[in-house]
């Protein structure tokens, strides 16, 4: 997913494997890693001539608040779960978390 989220443009299976030279994988190993994300919807493919070009569903901000709003599902108390992590953050994550709350309530009044 790192290859695909750096890349501007859609990749074949060939230019994700060149990307990938630390991990001496074969292509077909590379090949079917993306058809399995496609199946599971992490990746989108379109066929150009005879190969596929693959690009992320989503950006890689948009995965990861997902994976977050699974981890919260996974408790029982939310509220607990926010505020843990509230604690967590750095101050200038928490100044991002603050900016993003005021955005989103300043677009609920319009």
């Known amino acids: 997913m ?3 989220w750096e890349s501007h443009d859609p990749m074949t299976v060939r230019q994700v494997g060149s990307c990938l030279i630390d991990r001496d994988l074969a292509h077909t190993t590379v090949m079917t890693v993306l058809d399995r994300l496609a199946k599971k919807g992490f990746v989108r493919r379109q066929r150009v001539g005879r190969a596929w070009r ?3 569903a989503e ?3 948009a995965y990861v608040a997902e994976l977050m709003l699974t981890a919260l599902d ?3 108390d939310r509220q ?3 505020t ?3 604690r967590s953050v750095s101050g200038a994550e928490a100044e991002a978390l603050r900016a993003a709350l005021q955005t989103l309530s300043g677009a609920d009044r319009d």
């Open 74 to 76: 996974q408790t029982g």
């Open 54 to 56: 693959y690009r992320p």
């Open 84 to 86: 843990r992590f509230a």
């Open 80 to 82: 607990a779960a926010l």
């Open 59 to 61: 950006s890689r901000e």
């Open 2 to 4: 790192e290859v695909l």
